[in-house]
């Protein structure tokens, strides 16, 4: 028999496991790992990472953290049972959500970052040279000192002069603010049943609260779940749809991220319409960021924004619109599944 393989269920109990089944050869010892982190993705989907070690476990007052060291992807920030972020792909989800915005924006200044506690939005959106000011508002001061202490990467965002840091909910730091923002973006945990925040995903939040938030010529960006050709009618079409009943031009855009499991989505929107093209994204990037992009240039953006059939078709068929008493989830996560 090979050896035993702990594996670290999300439910925060270890399961050892033998390394073969029945009637089946042993594992080649050389591919054998000592302990595994197991994330549901739905009842009957799981998908595992090989670890070196847990670095940290523990509980804020809203919700549990994770900080994993995995074979594959590095560093992985684990919240409430599901992956946050991994270290060696999650320049991906990041540049996503926070370059195209800022550079279809003409000149933005000021960016209010819903959620965001790692950090890596913030750091984003700092890498802009004419950006006066990003305000990071997140819920979990646990989370966000954990992030500070432990992410490395993104010390220097943290001590940013440029960076304004707020503990409190989202939904009532936009509300009490007069001030409006260039730039507001949702980098927001996915719609999770018995979780608070679904709220800030609905029309009433987007349209009484949100929107009266953004600029004249404001842009808005949210994260917007998995939209892979399977996965894409669990929220990404329904954040879609209802975003298109506030605002009058809409852009659905997606990318694959390897430690997701999947293709992931983000909706951006304005009342102005997003205008420019390739070449002009790539001058504006040299003009306005730091440093070399890893992911994004025009071309890919424009790429990105185009839809296979399914999925197209989806997101033009989709009616459902998101209310506090008619919400979608996403399946399998926060479920009581916790490292």
Not at 119 to 148: P, Q, T, W, Y
Not at 190 to 209: A, M
Not at 246 to 257: D, M, N, Q, S, W
Request: with cysteine; net charge negative; hydrophobic share 35%.
């Amino acid at each position: 028999m090979g050896e035993a393989v702990e594996i670290f269920y999300p439910n925060g109990f270890s399961k050892i496991c033998n390394g073969t089944t029945k009637n089946q050869p042993p594992v080649d010892e050389t591919r054998q790992f000592d302990s595994w982190y197991e994330e549901e993705i739905d009842e009957d989907l799981k998908w595992s990472f090989a670890l070196k070690s847990v670095l940290y476990k523990g509980s804020s007052e809203y919700q549990d953290i994770a900080l994993l060291d995995t074979k594959r992807f590095g560093k992985v920030l684990v919240i409430d049972g599901k992956m946050q972020s991994a270290e060696v792909d999650e320049f991906i989800y990041h540049e996503c959500l926070i370059h195209p915005a800022l550079l279809f924006h003409s000149n933005p200044k000021t960016v209010f970052v819903m959620g965001g506690g790692e950090g890596s939005a913030a750091r984003e959106a700092l890498r802009h040279k004419f950006i006066d000011e990003v305000v990071m508002c997140d819920i979990d001061e646990e989370v966000v000192n954990f992030c500070r202490r432990y992410l490395t990467v993104n010390r220097d965002a943290f001590c940013n002069k440029k960076l304004n840091l707020v503990i409190n909910d989202a939904k009532a730091e936009l509300e009490k603010r007069t001030e409006k923002f260039d730039i507001i973006v949702g980098d927001l945990a996915d719609p999770v049943e018995g979780g608070p925040c679904y709220q800030l995903y609905t029309k009433s939040f987007y349209e009484k609260i949100l929107k009266p938030k953004l600029n004249e010529n404001g842009i808005f960006v949210t994260q917007a779940g998995p939209a892979g050709i399977f996965t894409h009618k669990e929220v990404f079409s329904s954040i879609y749809h209802t975003i298109r009943q506030v605002f009058k031009y809409v852009l659905a855009y997606t990318a694959h991220v390897p430690s997701f499991a999947d293709t992931w989505g983000w909706v951006m929107a304005s009342d102005q319409p997003f205008s420019i093209g390739a070449e002009e994204i790539d001058k504006r990037i040299a003009e306005r960021v730091d440093g070399e992009l890893l992911y994004l240039n025009g071309s890919s953006f424009l790429s990105s924004a185009t839809m296979n059939k399914t999925v197209y078709l989806s997101l033009l068929n989709e009616t459902h619109v998101y209310t506090e008493e008619n919400a979608r989830f996403i399946p399998g996560h926060g479920l009581g599944n916790h490292l």
